[in-house]
């Protein structure tokens, strides 16, 4: 890998029900700030419609709000789901946040994630997928082309159709969303998009982290174009502190309300179990890989096997979870920031050559200190005789 490997947060939200909704929002335009105070790279936000605990309904929507409380961090839509909504809409939204942002707006996309969404939308979720498709090429055909053009498609249809307003970056950046099957990277392969692993926290979706690359690729391939690993993101569920037993200890109560209230409780995801003791579970995730959990030793280990095990991505996104109390997340983010990022983007290594090289020469530079001092005495003492 010779790019810098970057950091972001992915905001689906998963917040309880239970707590003001307005205050939720706040809380989640204050971690941005954070992040972008800390010198994070980019910042995810998911839409949905239903389910009680992920609660943004449009992600354009809250990122200009954070785009006013930040400077400098990247503000993606994690996903839109293109399904829902004409393709001409989310062109126009993402360039329109592109603009109110000044250039930091990234397109994620997908099929959509809740099949309560695509009922109630009422949209048959056996044509997601393909409806995602036909309208991505749509999107980046409007993003990156000025010419008007006319499209039927088999659920939408463009008259004459062109952006009245370009986007402010050159190119918007734009990913996929990915989790097990092979279907969100032969897609981003399809047009040469970023793409983003959004499963890879749970067991299959870590299983299948080694064969996801090879179906964007093969795609690529066979349309004439190229993916390139820098532009790969994966969500992984972190949470540091100053112990491995700590962090495991101040997840535990909320990974436990997460699993068997949202997951297995209100998704009725089939493939999990509710959990029984927190503390366990915690452990059990940290040990096979689907959560980091611990120091920033631990952390910056099980980044390394991640790249090892993907065969090298560009980003790793913190997936942002209520598992833990407000305090002890941002500090955990803190933490992240101050000793996992700069090791990782090859920020310690020079300090620590250079602290290398003068210890290596300490002796030989503290006699020349020295006689430097007692030179400077001896000068003094010579053209000012009177002082002495």
Aim: hydrophobic fraction near 40%.
């Amino acid at each position: 890998m010779t790019y810098r490997l970057g950091f972001g947060a992915f905001l689906a939200p998963h917040h309880p029900i239970g707590e003001h909704p307005t205050l939720q929002f706040q809380r989640d335009l204050e971690l941005a700030r954070w992040l972008d105070d800390l010198h994070f790279d980019e910042f995810w936000v998911g839409e949905h419609h239903s389910a009680g605990w992920e609660t943004i309904a449009s992600p354009e929507m809250f990122l200009v709000a954070a785009a006013e409380r930040t400077k400098r961090i990247k503000l993606g839509t994690g996903v839109i789901s293109v399904p829902y909504h004409h393709p001409f809409t989310v062109a126009q939204r993402i360039v329109m946040l592109d603009h109110l942002s000044h250039g930091r707006a990234m397109l994620g996309v997908g099929p959509g994630a809740l099949p309560s969404d695509a009922v109630m939308l009422g949209i048959d979720p056996m044509t997601q997928r393909e409806r995602m498709d036909e309208g991505l090429g749509v999107i980046l055909r409007l993003l990156n082309s000025d010419e008007p053009f006319s499209y039927k498609g088999s659920w939408f249809e463009l008259n004459g159709a062109a952006l009245q307003i370009r986007p402010l970056q050159e190119r918007i950046p734009v990913a996929v969303a990915s989790t097990i099957s092979p279907s969100g990277m032969k897609c981003a392969g399809k047009y040469g998009t970023g793409v983003l692993s959004v499963a890879s926290y749970s067991e299959a979706g870590l299983a299948a982290l080694p064969t996801q690359w090879n179906f964007g690729e093969t795609s690529a391939r066979e349309h004439g174009q190229k993916i390139e690993r820098r532009d790969w993101r994966i969500v992984m569920p972190f949470h540091l502190a100053d112990s491995k037993e700590q962090a495991l200890r101040e997840v535990a109560e909320g990974l436990k309300k997460w699993q068997n209230e949202y997951i297995v409780g209100i998704l009725g995801s089939p493939q999990r179990t509710p959990f029984d003791d927190g503390y366990a579970a915690a452990e059990r995730m940290a040990d096979y890989g689907g959560a980091i959990i611990g120091t920033p030793d631990d952390a910056l280990d099980r980044i390394a096997k991640l790249q090892t095990l993907s065969g090298g991505f560009g980003t790793i996104l913190c997936f942002a979870h209520d598992w833990t109390t407000r305090e002890q997340a941002l500090r955990s983010y803190e933490m992240i920031a101050r000793y996992v990022m700069p090791r990782c983007q090859g920020l310690i290594k020079p300090l620590e050559a250079s602290a290398a090289r003068v210890t290596a020469n300490k002796s030989e530079l503290m006699e020349k200190a020295g006689g430097a001092i007692l030179k400077a005495i001896r000068d003094y003492n010579a053209t000012h005789p009177r002082d002495r």
